[in-house]
């Protein structure tokens, strides 16, 4: 199973775009990769995923450069509502998926105001 | 705003009381799963339902007992738990399992065990 790493904490201000960056070095050719948002006591939320090169929606765009090593999930103009803990899954979706994968500790987000 | 409902949000229970956490979900997905978290802990999976049939059990003690009536409903049976047993417990459900459909959570049971 591919692991990833993430930051622990980010600071960023009201209004600026967010950069978190995951690694998952030992990512498989099957593995997507998935980004959830979670609030405190509440359940995680799926934010956005991709396999390569570039995906938006809109709450967030996911960078994948072609090693496909690592991802960046980008949140524009942040909002102190944006203040939570992210987190980067890897997996594969022929086996189990990446809801096989474990969580990680995630990057905890502080929006400043 | 979320399509999987838990019940109850809170619960305190005593190390040799019986109790029984419930999650519904109005999605029509296949699968559905218990996850575990604790304070500073990563989240960890513990059951996986799909087409009512238990798929994953993650070496969880006999003192969690998991049930799935039908696809839409998923239960944890409690029974003589231990204090170390308090976490924030999480229900998903996700369109098929082995695929990469996103997970839809709930927003947990609260679990104190004293």
């Known amino acids: 199973l591919a692991k990833t790493t993430q930051p622990i904490s980010m600071d960023s201000y009201e209004g600026q775009e967010v950069n978190i960056t995951c690694s998952h070095n030992?990512?498989?050719?099957?593995?997507?990769i998935t980004w959830y948002q979670q609030f405190p006591s509440q359940g995680p939320r799926f934010i956005i995923q991709?396999?390569?090169t570039k995906v938006t929606n809109e709450v967030a765009s996911l960078f994948i450069p072609a090693d496909r090593k690592s991802s960046t999930l980008s949140l524009p103009r942040v909002s102190l509502s944006d203040t939570a803990v992210y987190y980067c899954?890897?997996?594969?979706?022929?086996?189990?998926?990446?809801?096989?994968?474990?969580f990680g500790t995630g990057t905890k987000l502080q929006v400043i105001p | 705003e979320t399509g999987v409902t838990q019940t109850p949000r809170h619960l305190v229970m005593g190390m040799t009381n019986k109790k029984s956490l419930k999650c519904e979900q109005h999605?029509?997905?296949?699968?559905m799963y218990w996850y575990k978290q604790s304070a500073k802990k990563p989240l960890e999976l513990m059951f996986v339902?799909?087409?009512?049939?238990?798929?994953e059990n993650n070496s969880v003690p006999s003192r969690f007992s998991p049930e799935c009536p039908n696809s839409s409903h998923l239960f944890l049976h409690l029974h003589t738990l231990q204090p170390e047993d308090s976490a924030l417990y999480l229900c998903?459900?996700?369109?098929?399992?082995?695929?990469?459909?996103?997970?839809?959570f709930g927003n947990g049971t609260r679990l104190t065990v004293t």
């Open positions: 998903a459900s996700s369109q098929d399992w082995g695929g990469n459909s996103p997970l839809h």
């Open positions: 899954l890897v997996g594969d979706p022929n086996s189990g998926g990446y809801q096989k994968v474990t």
């Open positions: 999605l029509g997905h296949n699968a």
């Open positions: 030992n990512i498989a050719t099957n593995d997507y």
């Open positions: 339902y799909s087409l009512e049939e238990r798929v």
């Open positions: 991709g396999y390569k």
